[in-house]
């Protein structure tokens, strides 16, 4: 830890060993009737469950440690516990399990032992290739899968609307060929992957408005009145180029389409929305102009997100007339508890918090924990936030504190980023916690 001060000089973190907490103490948890399906024994797939009673007496944090990897956090409440494990996140076969309750300044391990999971195939995110025009052929990816399906099948769906989409009599391969029937509709399929385990259904993000052969979109046909190739194309997110909002919040594009002095009306823009960071595909909407050349779209609660709206004046050109590119920064929502809040030497602290956003990558997500030395913050450590739940959990011990102290403590996403996550850096409200010697 860095220097700061007299006073911080005195502070001294001790990282509790491994995800077992601090070591095992007489009076500490002593965990016992330990039940539920995860220690049933046999294969288990789905969520499996473990309960235990801990003494009523004290606050306790109990884990369940997956192949070396912390993957449940919980508090034990009134000294009964009940932790759930998502063996869907994990991959079929043989693992190695952990659980452990820590407190008071000791630990046990409740269980240990292997599992067996069998789960359906997980993870896939299906894709759409292809040009959106009626006769054009489209090819659906269906993403990776694990474990590997036995079987892949597809199902194409016509969507008029928002959640307004049916599934399309006989499309049922990886390929679909645009119909008339198409016609101002966008285009979804579904991916169903199996093994002898169970079958797992997934949709894409919808295609492009499927646009029709002879109609103002056709090819060579313009987009819109007063088209042209040298069309000029306004557009902010907010009051300009780049918008800032919180997790949650939704956001507003606007702009015009003007050719010289008049404005092209009834034209068809497409947006394209690719997170900044992370996994999730980029999707497609389209937005048409009003008589005055001006539009608005709203870009939906989710991710940090690229946008780039396109006007083609004339349907089947090589290249768009007009681009023009727009920035959403979302900053997601990070929560912090110290327990206890008062203590003295010798006892153990517990750090935990979440954070709240979306997709976090297998790894974790790196957080900072940072105390104050007068003005600044101050990196002391790290620690991952959870893949699966944005939980973090950390244990430390005060020691050879001389006088009594109050410690400002918060947990920070790293102020450059993080790669592969598509937030923006975030930290949440200060926690203090008082020591005595």
Do not use: K
Request: charged share 10%.
């Amino acid at each position: 830890m860095r220097t700061a001060g007299a006073a911080l000089a005195a502070l001294v973190l001790v990282l509790a060993a491994g995800h077992a907490g601090v070591a095992a103490a007489d009076g500490g948890p002593d965990p016992s009737d330990v039940g539920g399906t995860l220690t049933s024994g046999g294969a288990l797939s789905g969520t499996a469950e473990i309960d235990f009673l801990v003494n009523p007496d004290a606050s306790y944090a109990a884990t369940i440690t997956v192949d070396g990897d912390q993957l449940v956090s919980d508090s034990v409440v009134q000294g009964s516990a009940h932790l759930y494990l998502d063996t869907t996140t994990l991959p079929d076969g043989s693992h190695s399990v952990v659980v452990t309750v820590a407190g008071d300044g000791a630990s046990d391990t409740v269980w240990s032992g292997t599992i067996e999971t069998l789960n359906a195939p997980r993870g896939g995110v299906p894709t759409i290739a292809g040009s959106s025009a009626v006769g054009s052929t489209l090819t659906a990816s269906p993403g990776s899968w694990l474990p590997l399906p036995s079987t892949i099948g597809y199902q194409w769906e016509r969507c008029l609307g928002a959640g307004s989409c049916a599934p399309i009599a006989g499309a049922t391969a990886a390929s679909y060929e645009l119909t008339a029937a198409d016609t101002n509709a966008q285009l979804e399929v579904e991916v169903t992957a199996a093994d002898t385990n169970g079958s797992t259904t997934a949709t894409s993000a919808p295609s492009p408005t499927v646009l029709l052969a002879g109609s103002r979109v056709a090819s060579g046909a313009a987009n819109g009145s007063n088209a042209c190739a040298s069309a000029q194309l306004g557009a902010e997110i907010g009051s300009g180029a780049t918008a800032r909002v919180s997790l949650g919040q939704a956001a507003t594009v606007h702009g015009e389409l003007d050719c010289g002095n008049a404005p092209v009306a009834g034209a068809a823009l497409n947006v394209a929305l690719a997170p900044a960071r992370g996994s999730a595909p980029t999707t497609h909407a389209q937005v048409e102009t009003s008589a005055d050349g001006s539009f608005s779209y709203t870009v939906p609660p989710g991710p940090s997100r690229d946008i780039t709206l396109t006007y083609s004046a004339y349907a089947g050109a090589a290249a768009p007339s007009a681009v023009a590119t727009l920035a959403l920064l979302v900053t997601p929502r990070l929560t912090l508890r110290i327990s206890p809040r008062a203590t003295t030497n010798g006892h153990t602290v517990s750090f935990s918090g979440r954070v709240l956003g979306g997709y976090i990558a297998h790894g974790g997500l790196p957080l900072e924990i940072e105390y104050r030395e007068g003005r600044q913050w101050m990196i002391y450590t790290e620690v991952l936030a959870s893949a699966t739940s944005g939980r973090f959990r950390w244990h430390y011990t005060f020691e050879r504190t001389t006088e009594s102290i109050t410690y400002s403590f918060r947990v920070a996403i790293p102020a450059t980023g993080v790669a592969d996550y598509p937030y923006q850096p975030a930290v949440s409200p200060v926690r203090s916690v008082h020591v005595d010697p």
